[in-house]
């Protein structure tokens, strides 16, 4: 059997020429001091002393350390197998897939080895992070943008596609960055003002521009309704609103509640945004009259928001009936069927999420906005009812020219958030790995069975307390990467499509329809599409679907959900480098499973803990069992306190970071307990890592996610979201040094900063 050393003639004749010309040079040196020696023999004396000189000496030493060290490398080449030859034998157990080659290269040249484990595990595994690296954040971080950019690349590639989700995203950069060009931008803004004046025109009569309106003009049911129509929520008098709380035994609730809002602008600011909208619509209006219209209406906005709205008012519930009688003058019934599509829209699943509480404005029986709208003259009213919807429009439509000159792609932003599924079909289709989901999602249920365990486990819960909180684990709901009404090919595009046949688009579970075409400008088509998502939301809130229709899908990341008990999980996350397939069991623990973990530790952090197996809030531990969880919380609450890191600036050890540090602890615990539980004798062992043990490697791998570049600069825009987690640094010395088997695995002895003597321990 041939050796891995050996390597096969070619390779050898290669490598000897290399050798032959350097032996040559090294002759011709050599030859030259020969002749000078024939040439010269009167200087024989001389010449004694010159091999007698020490920088000879040095000379031939360097000449022959250069020799050697040419050697080296032609060896090392050789070993490595830069080109590995044909026959080149397998290294029994070594994944050689191209992510697991990759990520023992990261875990290679991220790490510095001079530091001690023991002392420092933060900087042993990610010391040299920022050597490799121009990403401002983590490699999550890194892979959003990698995203961003492959769906970006791929709109901007010169393909035709029959794909209607395609054209929808192409169609929608393509008028996103052309309208917000600075060459086009005041076209773009008088356009979206004619626009808008037509838009009015679907509403109703508008006094404002309209001499010859008349009181017997206004309804104001019709006009609420088509508003509606045009998917605004927010009304002035009340607004609707997706609330995923549990209510009546029902999830998921279409509420009505009193509007949150109020005009944000002053009275000359709006009183000119109304003044361009006629101008640009060829429609005059006196300056005197307009500013007294306004006022009236910013001060029938002021009265609305005098109700006092309580917090306690929710969730005590009232019915669509109830809020009905209470406010006889809006056909709230009315207003809410047409959220749905004229068609397929299914009002009796719909009205029976419809709730709402026991809101002062509703119920008031002295006052309530019933009455103001008996008092308040129609004139006012129906103006009102248009600047809501002026200022609506204005928000959501007049993107800001500067910022499409940012580093941030506004018109990607754009595209991704208004069109998140048809943003990551382009992904799952072109770049991901469907065996991934499948694999994450049995990660997911070993995950869950090691909660049980370590809860079982635990040495001071209480059985009242440890029955709720396993039942909590054991009716997790999880969603990863999308439900399986989209797995059939086809069923996400169906919904683009415009040439389906109704039978065929039922059939497929989707009967909603978006029907875009290349003559729109951007603001009708993102008209368009904001309507298409209220009937997809209407859809969303009547069905048991557990994947929300308007969530942002393109971020590498985990979300768990109190109110739902949800884990769900991006498809960009299960992604290289970050997930798959293929991975050793113990990376894909360390890596994504630690992660998803953590974020099943947020169903017990210091917020979670409140809420039961349905996402209702309610407190199901015992007394005893509260005061000990609080006992342990600031244990870790203490040890971050006292924790130094040159990135503290700015964060706050308050509740929310606890949450995080509780998350922290659990799921590290519950990985591990995972990992032990599961065979890895046939697991291969990374490139170049041969002989080292999975569990280091699984500390080590689970510290990757948290290596990121030193800041200080907590405010940059960025990451000031990052402000609610404790440092990345503690993210992974606080939180392994609380772990006894991480002390073992590295044999650390007691008392190094990652074994220290004081440990905490959730569970
Ligand atoms: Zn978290």
Redesign the pocket.
């Known amino acids: 059997m041939k050796s891995a050393f050996q390597p096969d003639n070619s390779k050898n004749s290669r490598i000897f020429s290399v050798r032959d010309t350097e032996n040559s040079r090294l002759l011709d040196v050599t030859q030259s001091m020969e002749n000078d020696e024939e040439n010269e023999d009167e200087k024989e004396d001389e010449k004694m002393s010159k091999y007698c000189n020490p920088l000879i000496f040095i000379i031939i030493f360097l000449v022959v350390l250069v020799i050697l060290m040419l050697s080296l490398v032609v060896f090392w080449k050789l070993e490595v197998g830069e080109s590995c030859p044909k026959n080149c034998p397998e290294l029994p157990n070594e994944c050689k897939t191209a992510e697991c080659v990759a990520l023992a290269g990261t875990l290679l040249s991220w790490q510095n080895t001079s530091v001690d484990p023991c002392e420092d595990f933060y900087e042993y595994t990610c010391g040299k992070y920022h050597e490799h690296t121009a990403n401002e954040g983590t490699r999550m971080h890194e892979k959003d943008e990698i995203v961003l950019n492959l769906i970006k690349h791929f709109i901007l590639k010169n393909q035709s596609t029959n794909s209607r989700s395609e054209i929808a995203l192409k169609l929608l950069y393509k008028s996103c960055t052309e309208s917000h060009r600075r060459e086009n931008i005041e076209d773009h803004i008088e356009r979206v003002q004619v626009e808008i004046f037509q838009n009015i025109q679907k509403i109703g009569k508008w006094p404002i521009a309209d001499k010859n309106w008349k009181e017997s003009d206004f309804d104001l049911n019709e006009m609420l309704t088509n508003m509606a129509k045009l998917h605004m929520q927010d009304f002035g008098f009340f607004e609707t609103g997706l609330v995923e709380y549990p209510i009546n035994g029902s999830p998921k609730q279409l509420i009505i509640r009193p509007s949150l809002d109020r005009f944000s602008i002053s009275q000359e600011k709006l009183a000119e945004t109304i003044f361009d909208v006629l101008r640009f619509s060829g429609h005059d209006a006196l300056r005197k009259n307009l500013l007294r219209d306004v006022q009236e209406s910013l001060d029938l906005d002021k009265e609305l928001g005098n109700f006092y709205i309580s917090l306690n008012s929710w969730p005590i519930s009232a019915s669509l009936e109830e809020v009905q009688s209470a406010v006889p003058n809006i056909d709230f019934e009315r207003i809410m069927k047409s959220f749905l599509h004229p068609e397929h829209g299914n009002w009796t699943r719909l009205k029976a999420k419809i709730s709402s509480g026991r809101f002062d404005s509703f119920f008031n029986s002295k006052n309530n906005i019933s009455a103001i709208i008996s008092r308040t003259k129609p004139r006012i009213l129906a103006n009102y009812l248009i600047l809501k919807y002026i200022e609506y429009a204005q928000f959501f439509y007049a993107l800001a020219p500067i910022s499409l000159e940012s580093e941030y792609d506004t018109c990607l932003m754009v595209i991704t958030s208004f069109l998140p599924r048809a943003a990551i079909r382009v992904f799952v289709r072109n770049h991901f790995k469907k065996e991934n989901k499948a694999v994450a999602s049995e990660l997911v249920d070993v995950i869950k069975k090691a909660y049980i365990e370590m809860i079982q486990n635990s040495t001071w819960l209480h059985e009242e307390t440890r029955k709720k909180a396993i039942l909590k684990v054991e009716t997790l709901k999880k969603v990863i990467g999308y439900t399986e009404e989209y797995e059939k090919e086809g069923a996400l595009d169906a919904m683009f499509e415009t040439n389906l046949r109704i039978s065929e688009s039922i059939m497929l579970g989707n009967h909603f329809q978006l029907h875009l075409s290349p003559q729109d400008s951007f603001f009708t088509l993102m008209t368009k599409i904001n309507r298409f998502k209220t009937e997809q939301l209407m859809e969303y809130v009547s069905s048991d679907s557990l994947f929300n229709p308007v969530e942002k899908t393109t971020t590498a990341n985990a979300y ?1 959900y109190h109110s739902k008990n949800l884990l769900s999980v991006l498809v960009p996350f299960l992604d290289k480098p970050l997930f798959d397939f293929q991975y050793p069991k113990y990376v894909a623990m360390a890596g994504v499973g630690r992660i998803l973990a ?2 099943i ?2 169903a017990f952090d210091t917020k979670g803990r409140h809420f039961n197996e349905l996402g209702e809030k309610t407190d199901w531990w015992t007394p005893e069992d509260s005061v000990e969880y609080d006992k342990r919380v600031m244990c870790l609450r203490d040890q971050f306190e006292n924790f130094k890191d040159p990135s503290y600036g700015g964060r706050q050890n308050d509740s929310e970071t606890a ?2 540090m509780v ?2 602890a659990l799921g590290l615990e519950a990985s591990w307990i995972a990992l032990e539980s599961m065979d890895m004798s046939k697991e291969e062992s990374l490139v170049k890592f041969g002989n080292e043990d999975f569990r280091k490697l699984f500390f080590q791998v689970a510290a990757l996610d948290f290596c990121s570049p030193t800041r200080i600069d907590t405010h940059h825009p960025r990451f000031l979201v990052d402000l609610s ?1 404790p440092t990345n640094r503690f993210r992974i010395n606080g939180a392994f040094s609380n772990l006894e088997s991480f002390a073992k695995t590295y044999e650390c002895p007691v008392g190094s900063r990652m074994n220290p003597e004081k440990k905490c321990r959730m569970f």
């Open positions: 768990y953590h974020e530790g947020h949450s995080e998350a922290d987690h």
